[in-house]
């Protein structure tokens, strides 16, 4: 049921944990358990937003055209010195 731990092993466990921890018991316990709930959340948490970027799947844009646009040019302008002063 536990993976090999016996009844003997419970036992022992058992009367361990009442040796060390005394009349602090419950309140350890209680302890425990919400440590192990705010893990198991954060755990769950974490694999949905996994979940949810292994399912993203984004719709391909269809390019835009625009009626009114400028031709495009092939070259760019050529380049002209402005003209010198001779002074």
């Known amino acids: 049921m536990f993976g090999g ?3 003997f092993e419970m036992i022992a ?3 361990l944990a009442l040796m060390l921890f005394g009349a602090k018991l419950p309140e350890v316990a209680r302890n425990l ?3 192990y709930r705010s893990l198991k959340k ?3 948490e974490f ?3 996994f979940q949810a970027v292994e399912t993203y ?3 391909p844009r269809a390019p835009r055209i625009v ?3 400028p031709p495009i040019q ?3 302008p050529k380049f002209t010195p402005p003209p010198q002063d001779e002074s």
């Open 13 to 15: 466990f058992g009367v």
């Open 57 to 59: 799947d984004p719709k």
């Open 47 to 49: 694999k949905r937003e």
């Open 74 to 76: 092939d070259e760019a």
């Open 33 to 35: 358990g919400g440590t």
């Open 5 to 7: 731990i016996g009844t």
């Open 67 to 69: 009626e009114d646009a």
């Open 42 to 44: 954060n755990v769950d």
